[in-house]
């Protein structure tokens, strides 16, 4: 950028105060950079420092006596202990030192249980060990003010609540991920506020696969039901931008809403074929006290999800047919309750127009990329078909040749089209 | 900024607890509680030695119910044993401690079947040292396949809880193999 600031002086397309500003915006940024780098090493380092102490330790040391391995280990709680106590009594303005120890005492904790676990030859149950270590190790996130620990709690209680819900019998259910959870979130407030980019986009991205994997133990309760939420959650991840919170924070970043839109696409293909339409109805949800959260969760997420239709279709110039899926795939799963194939038909027919959506609104705006999007949801919806329905092989085999000869039509024109606009 | 201090050392404090009350449990369990002996069984040859510790097989690991309906698997019961012999038997199984006994143990329903029940044990993994796994997997296998030779595992308990204290491979510690 400052390479081409004197052109664009000479040129009379910023004046010398502009020039100056960005000058020192970007110098500025240049000066934040290695400190950045410093903290991220920091953090691997603390990493690599903990799971090699974890690998050191697990050889196991037979030969000692059982005093020496107890004390052995304590070493690593107590270090990183001091070491946090280090960094708020004399460092506690220095983010590096911050994120480094509270990396470090938050693996020690649970790098210390399992050991003990392990002298006493307790084989233990990994959710309880796993909810014990979050427990003790959630308040590290506050006290050294660490956005790395908050990601490593976040990502130890997801693993907490599958291991209570996925591999046993289905009545259990990870109320404290719940509870956890919400510990999270005035740290994440905080974050919001004080703009810290970096830790909220991988916050985000984190939760997003976080309730993903949680809301895959609710199938017990909610059956086929269970879809609804993945496909809102992806709906969230996709309007995420429209959440007033996030007013600072829009198209920056692309992930959440590409990983988003890659899910409830998926979503779309699945609800497209036959067979969950079929297990629809047959099984029907059981309700029950122990999962009565179930359904308020889903409904919660269900009026967040128009409401932030709503708003992207008030405030922006690119709303598009696939920010509505979620809720297209909602209704069609209430009226499939009753009228299953009805549902399908209709979960064909939108996906179809979404990509004719898109063959004609690449034709007229002669983008290339949305043309092919298009078409490529075409083909595939075609391809889907062919596998559901016996259809013999040479009408399989013409139907592609025209599809191919469709494309190369359409891209064809629309390059001509460009070339005569020159 | 004074009271993120104190609530560090609070944490600290709290975080120190958690494994010295672990370590005040099993030593109270290994010097007041009572031991029993519980015969063990070959494992499955694929892998009986996971990364660092030895699988432990009870022999005796289900009992004859005719309400096995009753119970699902993961459930916490309570085994009542028969400590008649030298090795312990599984005797009765309750939802809830038993009371007036003194000999039984946790554990969990690993399966259920038509008229039985299988449980898991707290006592099954024998943690050992990677080096040695080799060799240890050689003298359990050999000494496992041999029904004549006995091994055991002695357990120690207090109400209920209960931690391995010793693995005896054909009357041996195992420890001794390693010396």
């Not at chain 1, 290339?368 to 075609?382: C, D, E, H, S």
Request: aromatic residues 18%; glycine residues 4%.
């Amino acid at each position: 950028m400052l390479k081409y600031l004197p052109e664009l002086i000479r040129d009379n397309v910023i004046d010398h105060e502009t020039a100056d500003r960005i000058t020192s915006y970007y110098l500025q940024k240049r000066s934040e950079a290695p400190s950045k780098f410093l903290i991220i090493f920091g953090i691997l380092g603390a990493l690599l420092i903990g799971m090699g102490v974890i690998l050191i330790l697990a050889h196991n040391w037979d030969d000692f006596p059982k005093w020496l391995r107890t004390f052995i280990a304590f070493l690593p709680l107590v270090l990183s202990q001091t070491a946090s106590l280090y960094t708020l009594y004399g460092k506690s303005d220095v983010r590096l030192w911050r994120e480094v120890s509270a990396t470090f005492l938050f693996l020690s904790v649970g790098i210390t249980i399992a050991l003990i676990s392990q002298i006493y030859h307790i084989s233990g149950e990994l959710d309880k060990f796993l909810l014990t270590w979050m427990i003790i190790a959630a308040p590290i996130i506050y006290l050294l003010k660490s956005s790395f620990a908050t990601l490593l709690y976040i990502a130890g209680i997801t693993y907490y609540a599958s291991t209570v819900s996925y591999w046993f019998y289905v009545s259990k259910e990870p109320y404290y991920y719940w509870l956890m959870l919400l510990f999270s979130f005035p740290y994440y407030y905080q974050a919001l506020k004080n703009n810290q980019r970096n830790f909220i986009r991988f916050y985000n991205f984190l939760t997003s696969i976080s309730l993903l994997v949680v809301f895959g133990t609710f199938a017990y309760s909610l059956q086929n039901f269970t879809i609804l939420l993945y496909s809102l959650t992806f709906g969230l991840m996709m309007l995420s931008d429209y959440i007033p919170l996030f007013k600072n924070y829009r198209s920056e970043d692309k992930t959440l809403y590409s990983l988003g839109y890659l899910g409830n696409f998926i979503m779309l293909f699945i609800l497209s074929f036959d067979w969950y339409w079929h297990e629809l109805y047959t099984h029907t949800f059981k309700f029950n006290l122990l999962t009565f959260h179930h359904p308020i969760i889903l409904f919660f997420m269900l009026f967040l999800t128009i409401y932030l239709v709503y708003r992207k279709w008030k405030d922006s110039s690119d709303f598009q047919l696939i920010d509505l899926s979620s809720l297209i795939i909602f209704i069609l799963v209430l009226i499939g309750i009753i009228k299953p194939s009805f549902s399908q038909v209709l979960m064909n027919l939108f996906i179809l127009i979404i990509s004719l959506y898109g063959i004609i609104v690449g034709v007229k705006s002669m983008s290339i990329a949305t043309l092919n999007r298009g078409l490529g949801i075409f083909t595939i919806l075609v391809l889907c078909r062919f596998f559901d329905r016996d259809i013999p092989f040479v009408v399989r085999g013409v139907v592609f040749v025209v599809i191919g000869l469709g494309f190369f039509y359409a891209n064809h024109r629309i390059m001509r089209k460009i070339k005569n606009e020159k | 900024m004074r009271n993120r201090k104190l609530l560090l050392i609070v944490l600290i404090i709290v975080q120190l607890a958690v494994p010295v009350y672990m370590i005040a449990k099993y030593e109270h369990i290994l010097n007041e509680g009572k031991s029993y002996f519980f015969k063990i069984a070959p494992v499955d040859p694929y892998d009986p030695f996971r990364g660092k510790y030895l699988t432990i097989r009870v022999l005796e690991e289900s009992i004859t119910v005719d309400n096995s309906k009753d119970y699902h698997s993961g459930e916490l019961v309570y085994l009542e044993l028969d400590t008649s012999e030298k090795f312990a038997k599984i005797k009765n199984v309750y939802k809830f401690e038993p009371e007036g006994s003194k000999d039984y143990i946790k554990a969990s329903v690993r399966y259920v079947s038509i008229s039985k029940l299988y449980f898991k044990f707290t006592f099954d993994r024998y943690f050992m040292e990677e080096s040695k796994a080799p060799k240890a997997e050689k003298i359990y296998f050999d000494a496992l396949r041999d029904t004549l030779k006995n091994s055991y595992i002695e357990v120690n308990s207090k109400d209920g809880d209960a931690i391995i204290k010793e693995l005896y491979i054909s009357e041996k510690p195992i420890k001794e193999y390693f010396k």
